[in-house]
């Protein structure tokens, strides 16, 4: 979904109308919003692309956020995949979501270890066969992976 259409859609559900420019002005407070990355989770995800590991990322985000994060953050490369929800045609929680990114990375589900800071999306993604950790902190997951990697080898 666009920008334009999302705000379309919640100004329809809010039973109200958004002209063009508010519409405009809802897309840059949304772009301004989301643009701030986690310096942690920047560098948690260069480790692990460093380390050898396969990281995919699937963000349910409008096309002109996509478009802002690859032109403005770098970090984006250490992703074998990047599914974005405006261009998969899927949006968490949904399977076809999972499913999408499962076929894009050639992995069965018990191979992937999916990882989101929303339950409802960990829970849709142990319902494809994956594993979920619920991400509160970096140290918590670099345990987590560490306990997998104790108990079976990497993909």
């Known amino acids: 979904m666009t920008g ?5 859609q919640a100004a329809g559900r809010l039973g109200t109308h958004f002209d063009d ?12 919003g ?3 990355v986690d ?3 920047v560098a948690l995800v260069g480790e692990l692309a460093a380390a050898g590991r396969r990281i995919a990322l699937l963000s349910n985000i ?3 956020l996509a478009v802002h994060y690859e032109e403005h953050h770098r970090w984006l490369k250490h992703f074998e995949v990047r599914a974005f929800s405006c261009r998969i045609g899927h949006a968490k929680p949904e399977p076809a979501a999972y ?3 499962l076929r894009a990375l050639g992995l069965e589900p018990g191979r992937v270890l999916f990882v ?3 339950d409802e999306n960990i829970r849709a993604a142990r319902d494809t066969g994956m594993h979920g950790h619920l991400f509160t902190t970096p140290a918590r997951l670099r345990k987590t992976l560490a306990q997998r990697d104790a108990a079976e080898p990497r993909a």
């Open 116 to 118: 989101d800071d929303r």
């Open 62 to 64: 409008p096309e002109e």
């Open 39 to 41: 310096d942690d989770m």
């Open 99 to 101: 499913a999408w990114c």
């Open 21 to 32: 420019r508010r519409i405009a002005a809802l897309i840059e407070a949304d772009l301004a």
């Open 34 to 36: 989301w643009s701030a």
């Open 4 to 8: 334009p259409g999302y705000w379309r």
